[in-house]
């Protein structure tokens, strides 16, 4: 695995974890879009599972993904904090913050060679 390959995983272990979080906010129907659904279908659906199926347990979390987190456990917070910026939330970093995030894709990279 080189940069170039561990940057696209990192892509892909960031947009995993951006959709998981984007789905821990509102409902995407309405109570009164709901209503009008079970009316329009007669179908009743329990409006309290999507208080339930977004924890922590209930996430399947793939073996590529799993091996990542793992790597970026063993850093150091500030660097965990920058791959989480840069990959997760997808801001903009300051030059020191894009230095810092090279070591931490250098760390990341050297314990996925000596644990992946």
Not at 49 to 72: E, G, M, S, T
């Amino acid at each position: 695995m080189n940069i170039h390959d561990l940057r696209k995983e990192l892509k892909m272990w960031g947009r995993f974890w951006a959709e998981k979080k984007a789905l821990q906010g509102y409902a995407s129907k309405s109570v009164t879009a709901r209503c009008c659904e079970v009316l329009q279908t007669g179908i009743w659906a329990s409006s309290d599972k999507h208080l339930f199926n977004h924890q922590a347990d209930n996430i399947h979390v793939p073996w590529y993904i799993a091996r990542i987190d793992r790597a970026i456990t063993n850093l150091p917070v500030p660097q965990q904090s920058v791959i989480n910026k840069r990959y997760v939330r997808q801001k903009l970093l300051s030059s020191s913050e894009k230095i810092a995030l090279l070591h931490a894709e250098t760390n990341v990279l050297s314990e996925c060679f000596t644990s992946c």
